[in-house]
């Protein structure tokens, strides 16, 4: 599975951007997957993550009430809708995914715990 993240850019604080990831040719439907980002100097850090149905979600502080995750099963992608964007939200965003199969609702509890990785798409936020 490779996993391919794509949406990224440069924009404004405010602003929106929507983020994607798929793993073409593959069926994300019972792998529970989470989005993480990276910014210069600093650690590694999960944003928001969904169950294999997206019965379950759970963000980071700093992003609630601004991002959503969110799937599309019949279409194999997952996304995440970044809204109100901020100079700290600036970073390598990338998805990766964990297989759930036959646990619906479960949520890794570790970044370690993520089979698959994509390699990232750059977000910047910048005036």
């Known amino acids: 599975l490779q996993l391919v993240e794509s949406g990224g850019g440069w924009v404004q604080p405010g602003t929106s951007l929507k983020l994607s990831c798929e793993g073409p040719?593959?069926?994300?439907?019972?792998?529970?997957i989470g989005w993480f980002r990276q910014a210069p100097g600093k650690d590694l850090e999960e944003v928001a993550t969904i169950s294999s149905t997206g019965e379950r979600r759970n963000y980071v502080d700093s992003v609630k009430g601004r991002f959503t995750i969110s799937r599309d099963n019949v279409k194999h992608v997952v996304y995440l809708q970044m809204d109100s964007l901020q100079y700290e939200d600036t970073g390598l965003y990338s998805c990766?995914?964990?297989?759930?199969?036959?646990?619906?609702?479960?949520?890794?509890?570790?970044?370690?715990?993520?089979?698959?990785w994509g390699q990232g798409t750059q977000v910047t936020v910048s005036s």
């Open positions: 040719g593959f069926d994300l439907g019972f792998l529970a």
């Open positions: 990766a995914a964990f297989n759930a199969f036959g646990r619906p609702s479960y949520l890794p509890e570790r970044q370690d715990m993520y089979q698959y």
